[in-house]
C-alpha cells in the first residue's frame, strides 16, 4: 500500500478559501458623471505640457552632446584630471532632469487643480438663482386662489 497523499497549501490560499466565496469591500466607489469634453480639455492641455517637456529634454541632451561633438575644444577642459564634458554628461545631468520632471509634474498638477476648480463652480448652485427657485408665490390680498380678482 502507498503512502497516504497529503495536501500543502500557502497560508493565503488557506485564508482565502476560509473566506469563501464573500463580496470584496475594498472596491472603489463608482465615478460621478464624467464631464466628456471638460476631460477632453484636460487631456489636450496634459499633452501640450508633455511634448514641451519631451521637447525640452530633448533640446538639453542632445544640445549638451551636439556642443561637445560641434565644437572639440569643450573636450579638452579638465576639472581634477576628467574631462568637463564627461562631468556634465554623466553627473550634472540628473539634477537638471529631477527639475525638469519636477516642473512637468507641478504643471500637469496644476491643470488638473484648475480643472477640478472649473467643473466645481459649474456645480455648485448659482446663489441668485436658488433665491428665486425659493420664493413663494403669494397671492395679494383680496385675490382668489389663483390669484385672480
Do not use: C
Not at 497523499?5 to 482565502?16: C, D, G, H, M
Not at 556642443?67 to 576628467?82: D, H, I, K, M, T
Not at 527639475?99 to 441668485?128: F, K
Amino acid at each position: 500500500m502507498s503512502p497516504r497523499r497529503e495536501k500543502l497549501t500557502s497560508p493565503q490560499t488557506r485564508i482565502a478559501l476560509a473566506r469563501g466565496n464573500r463580496p470584496v469591500q475594498h472596491l472603489l466607489p463608482v465615478p460621478e458623471p464624467v464631464d466628456t469634453e471638460a476631460a477632453r480639455r484636460l487631456f489636450r492641455a496634459q499633452r501640450r505640457t508633455a511634448v514641451r517637456t519631451v521637447s525640452l529634454l530633448s533640446a538639453v541632451l542632445f544640445g549638451l552632446s551636439g556642443s561637445f561633438a560641434l565644437f572639440p575644444a569643450l573636450g579638452q577642459v579638465r576639472l581634477a584630471g576628467v574631462p568637463v564634458s564627461w562631468l556634465l554628461l554623466t553627473v550634472a545631468i540628473y539634477p537638471a532632469l529631477f527639475g525638469l520632471a519636477l516642473w512637468h509634474v507641478r504643471a500637469a498638477e496644476r491643470l488638473e487643480d484648475r480643472a477640478e476648480r472649473l467643473a466645481r463652480d459649474r456645480r455648485a448652485p448659482d446663489p441668485e438663482q436658488g433665491r428665486e427657485q425659493g420664493r413663494v408665490h403669494r397671492p395679494e390680498p383680496g385675490a382668489g386662489p389663483d390669484g385672480t380678482p
